[in-house]
């Protein structure tokens, strides 16, 4: 079987890894010469939205996905005439405008910090009526990693937030001073079979994935699963679909979802007895999802902008490492490593001791 992807970043790598073993063969499309999953990947060298490379992923591709939100919706929905596409377009047209999906949360009942759409200037200065002090301006689309995103304390920002944003469609949202920021992923198949991972609780640095820890029996579970069932049935999702949610004093609110594989997820390579990655490929392809069990205690450790030594990392035991082969910048994920435990005290001593390896 052969699966199309578009994107040939590091999800796009981690898909192709986790599909060698079970026979798939993998193309990748994505203008860059150097796209780090063309060392494993037939590699279309084209534009994401080029109608001849997208037609010919579709003609070489029993299944075409994607690893991330910004692909064209007109050459989806034109291959999906021939190949399959998976999750659908609708499902990528929600998840990459917030305000769309925000919409789509409250429609829902899932509870969602207050928003506001920004049309002018005029709508920023009413806004925070609505979303009170401090509140975030976003961007609609093209937002991650905190990119596009402006903090307004006071109305003396509502003029420097304007001008760094209003050339774009616009969302203002409420501040929330949130205790946790947790994620839970799951996988579902056309049939309606779902597989939920345990939760993954997360912390960022500058608006970037910084550590991930499997959180199995988490109180939250139960009620972060009901939230993203609502998702994955309403959108008929075929895939792995993530939710990032807040925690405050107890209760979730949404803050996005994604309707591919996630960063927050990358743990469950060594860490859960089937990784995201297989799920996604097993769920697109129509077959039977991956036991999503915790195999012992994990965590996951973003290497942004440079990798650890890779001799100080493969010297501690229970270290897993995963180098991307991306040129080295600042602020770009450039691999990971999962830290994995029998305790959860013992994954706790492994993960200061990993954390002291980061340059
Ligand atoms: P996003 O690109 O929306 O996922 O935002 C990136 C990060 O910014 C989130 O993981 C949060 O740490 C923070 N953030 C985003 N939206 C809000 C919000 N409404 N209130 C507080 N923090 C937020």
Known sequence: ???????????????ALA???????????????????????????????????????ARRCDVITYEFENVSLTGVDKI???????????????????????????????????????????DLENAPKLLGWPFLLKTRRFGY????????????????????????????????PFQREISILAARRKNG??????????????????????????PQTKPAENLIQRLLETLDYVGVMALELFEVHGKLLANEMAPRVHNSGHWTIEGAETSQFENHLRAILD????????????????????LPELADLLEQPGIHCHAYSKALRPGRKVGHATVRAPTEAALEARLNHLLKLLP
């Open 145 to 176: 990693d905190g990119k596009g995103q402006y903090l307004l304390y006071n109305a003396g920002d509502l003029q420097p937030a304007w001008q760094a944003l209003a050339s774009q469609s616009l969302i203002g949202e409420s501040f929330v």
């Open 287 to 306: 077959l039977p999802l991956g036991a999503t069990e915790p195999v012992n205690y994990s965590a996951m450790v973003n290497f942004i902008g440079a």
């Open 19 to 57: 599909g060698y073993p079970l026979g798939l063969r993998f193309v990748v499309l994505d203008p860059a010469p150097d796209a780090c999953a063309a060392q494993l990947c037939d590699h279309l060298q084209a534009a994401y939205d080029d109608p001849a490379a997208l037609e010919e992923l």
């Open 80 to 122: 999906a005439e021939v190949t399959a596409v998976y999750p659908s377009s609708r499902s990528l047209a929600v998840s990459r405008d917030r305000l769309r999906e925000k919409t789509l949360f409250r429609e829902l009942d899932i509870p969602t910090p207050q928003f506001v759409a920004i049309d002018s200037f005029a």
């Open 193 to 218: 079979e779902t597989a939920f991972y345990p939760l993954s609780e997360n912390q960022h640095q500058n608006g970037i994935l910084h550590l991930s820890r499997c959180r199995p029996d988490d």
């Open 1 to 15: 079987m052969n699966v199309g992807i578009i994107g040939g970043g590091q999800l796009a790598r981690m898909l």
